[in-house]
């Protein structure tokens, strides 16, 4: 009976109101990051492909 009061303790977290927030305010910020890395590397990608197919197009094409 008492471990599982102890793990139910534990996963509270953080004890104060305040420091709760701060944390899932962290948690919002690094998603957000991680979302906007990801759509400009996706974008960088994007755009080293457009102009691979187009240095193919110019070879190809002949001079």
């Known amino acids: 009976m008492q471990r599982l009061v102890n793990r139910t303790m534990d996963k509270r977290g953080i004890g104060t109101a305040a420091q709760e927030a701060v944390r899932l305010q962290r948690e919002v910020d690094k998603k957000a990051r ?4 990801q759509s400009q590397k996706e974008a960088l990608l ?10 193919k197009k110019e070879k190809k094409r002949g001079h």
């Open 34 to 37: 991680q979302e906007t890395r």
């Open 46 to 55: 994007r755009k080293k492909f457009e102009q691979k197919q187009q240095k």
